[in-house]
C-alpha cells in the first residue's frame, strides 16, 4: 500500500511517515504540506491512499476537486472529529474514510487496509447519519440544476457568504457596490430556491462545492 500523506505540520507528518513505513505491507511514499505539492506528485506518482490532516482546516472543495481528478486514489480524513455532521461533509467532499482524533496507530492501520479494501468502518449511529444524508441528496432542492448554474461572480459571492461576511464586506473584498452586492445576493437565492441570507450561509458551510458550480465562460 502506497501512501501519501499531507499534513502542514511537518513533525507530525515525518513521524507518522516512519510509524506507518515500518508496518508490513505499508509504505510511505511522500510527506506533503500542501494541496498544490499533493496535486503535482499524484500527477507523477502513483498511490493508494493519502491521508489528509484535517485538524488544521482545509478547503473541502479542492479536495473535492482532487477525488475527481484521481478517482482510485482513496483519501482518508486524519484528525476527524467523529460527529455525524463532519462525517457527511468530509463524505460529500470526496473522502473515501476518516480516522477520528483518538485513534491509536493500529485503529489507523487497521482502517487504512479496511477502506483500501472498499470497506467504511464507523459506528452504527454515524452509518444511519449517512444513510439519511444520502437519502436528502436524492431530494430535487438538494444540488443545483444545470440550468441554473451560478455566473462566475454568483459563487464568488455565495462564497463569502457563506463565510458569514455582510454586504459592504463582499463589497470590499469584490470591489463591487453594496448595491450591486445585493443584486448578486438576490439572485443567488433565487437560483438555489433559498428563502434567506442564513439558509444560504449554511448550505455553503454543508457543502462547499456549490459555491463553485459556476458556468463555464459566464461572468
Known amino acids: 500500500m502506497n501512501i501519501i500523506v499531507l499534513t502542514p505540520v511537518r513533525l507530525f507528518g515525518d513521524g507518522l511517515g516512519a510509524c506507518l513505513s515500518n508496518r508490513a505491507g505499508m509504505h510511505v511514499v511522500a510527506v506533503l504540506n500542501d494541496l498544490e505539492s499533493l496535486r503535482a506528485h499524484l500527477t507523477t506518482s502513483v498511490a493508494d491512499v493519502v491521508l489528509v490532516d484535517v485538524t488544521q482546516g482545509i478547503n473541502l472543495f479542492d479536495v473535492r476537486a482532487i477525488a475527481a481528478q484521481w478517482p482510485h486514489v482513496a483519501l482518508v480524513a486524519l484528525g476527524l472529529q467523529e460527529h455525524r455532521q463532519e462525517v457527511i461533509r468530509c463524505g460529500r ?127
Open 93 to 219: 467532499a470526496g473522502f473515501a474514510g476518516y480516522v477520528s482524533r483518538d485513534a491509536s496507530i493500529d485503529a489507523l492501520c487497521h482502517t487504512l487496509s479496511e477502506i483500501v479494501a472498499g470497506r467504511l468502518p464507523c459506528p452504527p449511529e454515524i452509518s444511519g447519519g449517512l444513510l439519511r444524508a444520502l437519502f436528502r441528496t436524492n431530494e430535487p432542492a438538494e444540488e443545483t440544476p444545470l440550468d441554473l448554474a451560478l455566473t462566475r461572480r454568483e459563487s464568488e459571492v455565495l462564497e463569502l457568504v457563506g463565510r458569514g461576511l455582510s454586504n459592504k464586506e463582499i463589497g470590499g473584498e469584490l470591489c463591487l457596490s453594496v448595491a450591486t452586492v445585493k443584486h448578486h445576493v438576490h439572485h443567488v437565492l433565487e437560483k438555489l430556491k433559498l428563502p434567506r441570507r442564513a439558509q444560504a450561509m449554511r448550505k455553503v458551510r454543508d457543502a462547499p462545492w456549490i459555491a463553485h458550480t459556476s458556468s463555464f465562460g459566464r461572468k
